[in-house]
């Protein structure tokens, strides 16, 4: 049979072969832009606030006048909040413009006089009566001015170096090989855009279909999506005919459980790309896109979720040391065997990985060949059962959290049987690994823990699970683990 030249491909040459340019920097961390453009606003914050502290210093220590600290305080952050909404209205924490992030002086200083304005009548009654206040407030706007300014030709120097490094550029692929594709490839490899083109994708490889003369296909739908899972690309961009609309349908739902954005071209209604109750609409330079999903826990989102993993997890993890050794002393002296019990899952991007668990049971079935734990099980041990429960046979997951294979919080992982067994019977199922799998989660809280042979609990627990990963917030995990101290004290469905 002959060999398709797309059939073996490496997800991580993917990339390099979807750029021509010849660049190797498919492994350089990708900064967001998001959290870049965030952390220049927290600087101009702070210019402000410094700009208001250093006349201050001033007149108190070289004058020698009185100071109410902190009502001056509270007029500098009030400012400094005034000054950064003005920014924000004017545009200038442009996203689109890491190589050339603004500066205009003439947008800092009438942002300055806006909240100077604003706070005069603020400052006034505190102000000592020999304080020349004009002076104070001229010396304020030019310290201020002068700070962020300086702020600013920092920025757009660090962010024009980070820019021409590569090192926000996002990696965009096209599925699709026809006439569409190909116009979104041209505006796609625009270099003003910031982004880099991962390739083009397509599965119908026949001669007949495409044009031998137009660009090389980079693979087929399973190597874009073995690709997305290695992280080489953030983007997914389904750029298929008007009149392929069943396809495009499909070929939405094979790539929608990706941790990627996934766009398709604005040239079909929404309603035919039946993903979600509603779909925004974006661009990339002037390509039209409706957005199907977005990246889940993508900027400001994945560094709290990783805070609250790693620092919660520590925490938690000291706290329970001493119960943990106390239950391992209790299953080694009841029964023999091991303590732990280790047992393959898949985690995000459908990566294996050994799940800790305290061992429960009189027999070990590490592979996929074990049976599920049911009511009444006579293969639980005496200490197994107290321990499951109260669901603390889990807590060596905390190992499995620290080493970042897992979360505190997010969809339970199934063992890998069960895995292939529903990625064939339930639809959807993929969606729930695009994010790492939890010690606990929404599904769980809400009642639906325990035996996994009904597939309306199956079904009901995927729905809990989409809606976690769709919906993600630090308060939502925040009230899962309340709701799971609860669940754990009652020990409903566990056995």
Not at 142 to 149: G, K, Q, V
Not at 365 to 381: H, I, L, M, S
Request: aromatic letters at 8%; charged letters at 20%; proline letters at 5%.
């Amino acid at each position: 049979m002959a060999t398709s030249a797309t059939d073996d491909i490496n997800p991580i040459d993917i990339l390099s072969a979807g750029d021509k340019s010849g660049s190797t920097d498919q492994n350089r961390k990708l900064a967001s832009r998001r959290i870049a453009a965030d952390m220049v606003g927290f600087m101009d914050v702070i210019a402000v606030v410094t700009g208001g502290m250093i006349p201050a210093f001033i007149y108190v220590y070289g004058g020698g006048l009185d100071l109410d600290w902190l009502k001056h305080t509270q007029m500098c952050l009030v400012s400094a909040a005034i000054v950064y909404g003005c920014l924000r209205h004017f545009n200038m924490y442009d996203e689109s413009r890491m190589h050339d992030f603004p500066v205009s002086p003439r947008h800092l200083i009438l942002s300055l006089f806006v909240a100077f304005s604003a706070v005069l009548g603020l400052g006034i009654p505190f102000a000592p009566k020999v304080m020349h206040l004009w002076i104070w407030y001229s010396a304020w706007i030019a310290t201020s001015f002068m700070l962020l300014l300086d702020v600013r030709l920092a920025a757009r120097h660090i962010l024009a170096k980070m820019t021409k490094a590569g090192h926000f550029n996002a990696r965009v692929a096209v599925f699709g090989n026809g006439a569409v594709a190909r116009r979104v490839e041209e505006h796609l490899r625009n270099p003003a855009l910031g982004i880099r083109f991962a390739g083009l994708f397509d599965d119908r490889v026949d001669a007949n279909r495409i044009d031998s003369a137009g660009p090389k296909l980079t693979g087929k739908l399973q190597d874009l999506m073995a690709a997305a899972r290695s992280g080489t690309i953030d983007r997914i961009v389904i750029a298929l005919p008007q009149a392929a609309e069943q396809r495009i349908i499909q070929v939405a739902r094979s790539l929608e459980h990706l941790p990627v954005s996934l766009h398709v071209v604005t040239h079909i209604a929404s309603d035919l790309v039946e993903t979600g109750p509603a779909h925004n609409v974006s661009a990339i330079g002037s390509v039209g896109l409706i957005d199907i999903k977005d990246k889940p826990l993508a900027d400001w989102n994945r560094v709290v979720k990783n805070c609250e993993d790693y620092v919660l997890g520590t925490l938690l993890l000291i706290l329970t040391l001493p119960v943990m050794a106390i239950i391992a002393a209790a299953i080694k002296l009841t029964s023999p065997g091991p303590v732990f019990f280790r047992q393959k899952r898949r985690g995000l991007n459908h990566r294996p990985f050994d799940v800790f668990k305290f061992r429960t049971m009189n027999v070990v079935e590490p592979g996929d060949n074990f049976t599920q734990a049911k009511p009444e099980d006579p293969r639980v041990t005496g200490v197994g059962r107290f321990l499951r429960k109260h669901s603390l046979d889990e807590l060596p997951q905390l190992f499995n959290v620290l080493r970042g294979e897992m979360s505190l919080v997010g969809p339970r992982p199934h063992a890998v049987k069960q895995d292939d067994e529903f990625g064939e019977t339930v639809e959807r199922y993929a969606n729930r690994q695009q994010v790492k799998p939890g010690m606990t989660g929404l599904a769980q809280v809400s009642g639906f823990r325990g035996c996994t042979e009904n597939p309306e609990l199956i079904q009901k627990r995927l729905e809990l699970d989409i809606e976690y990963v769709a919906t993600w917030s630090l308060w939502e995990d925040v009230k899962i683990l309340t709701r799971t101290v609860s669940s754990v004290l009652t020990g409903k469905n566990a056995y």
